[in-house]
T-cell receptor, first 112, second 113 residues
Framework: KQEVTQIPAALSVPEGENLVLNCSFTDSAIYNLQWFRQDPGKGLTSLLLIQSSQREQTSGRLNASLDKSSGRSTLYIAASQPGDSATYLCAVPSGSARQLTFGSGTQLTVLP | ETGVTQTPRHLVMGMTNKKSLKCEQHLGHNAMYWYKQSAKKPLELMFVYSLEERVENNSVPSRFSPECPNSSHLFLHLHTLQPEDSALYLC????????????FGDGTRLSIL
């Protein structure tokens, strides 16, 4: 059974810092990994999807990497801003491939 | 029109009530999903519909009954719920195959009295 772990559970940084969020998964037989953002009381916004054949995906100040063999992904946020404050979730397909298994998320606070 | 729309945004109901949650997607996707998000727990997949057929049912109690009348609409019918069913219920859609990103609505915050 696929398990997804995100560390740290919470992170508080001053504005302008570069930061890294971590995601690990137990079954490396995945074909993609997705990073989401969730604002309080809201749904999930898809940030990046990395296919298994890729090692990185970039969107603006966000960069996600994937190392299938070690069961890890990182989300790098450059020059953080208070508007980046949210919970960040990673998810991988498992089972029938339609099922996404989510981590518990990292709650990020960027202080002005 | 936003991609995935859920109504109502908030719902308070008693344990004996019957209500329905609605989800509508305007993305042309052919798969739709219901998830449950409880406090301090990861999102849990409840149901998956592909081409209007239920293809996944993750041991969800029968007091939750999904319905997918067409590829754009998904309902979750609720009856005789328990206090532990209080949660955020999220709907998502994708192009089927599992390799495409899932797009989520803003959810319905459900409180059971």
């Amino acid at each position: 059974k696929q398990e997804v772990t995100q560390i740290p559970a919470a992170l508080s940084v001053p504005e302008g810092e570069n930061l890294v969020l971590n995601c690990s998964f137990t079954d490396s037989a995945i074909y993609n990994l997705q990073w989401f953002r969730q604002d309080p009381g809201k749904g999930l916004t898809s940030l990046l999807l990395i296919q298994s054949s890729q090692r990185e995906q970039t969107s603006g100040r966000l960069n996600a990497s994937l190392d299938k063999s070690s069961g890890r992904s990182t989300l790098y946020i450059a020059a953080s801003q208070p508007g980046d404050s949210a919970t960040y979730l990673c998810a991988v397909p498992s089972g029938s491939a339609r099922q996404l298994t989510f981590g518990s998320g990292t709650q990020l606070t960027v202080l002005p | 029109e936003t991609g995935v729309t859920q109504t109502p945004r908030h719902l308070v109901m008693g344990m004996t009530n019957k209500k329905s949650l609605k989800c509508e997607q305007h993305l042309g996707h052919n798969a739709m999903y219901w998830y449950k998000q409880s406090a301090k727990k990861p999102l849990e997949l409840m149901f998956v519909y592909s081409l209007e057929e239920r293809v996944e049912n993750n041991s969800v109690p029968s007091r939750f009954s999904p319905e997918c009348p067409n590829s754009s609409h998904l309902f979750l019918h609720l009856h005789t719920l328990q206090p532990e069913d209080s949660a955020l219920y999220l709907c998502a859609s994708s192009q089927d195959g599992g390799r495409q990103p899932q797009h989520f609505g803003d959810g319905t915050r459900l409180s059971i009295l």
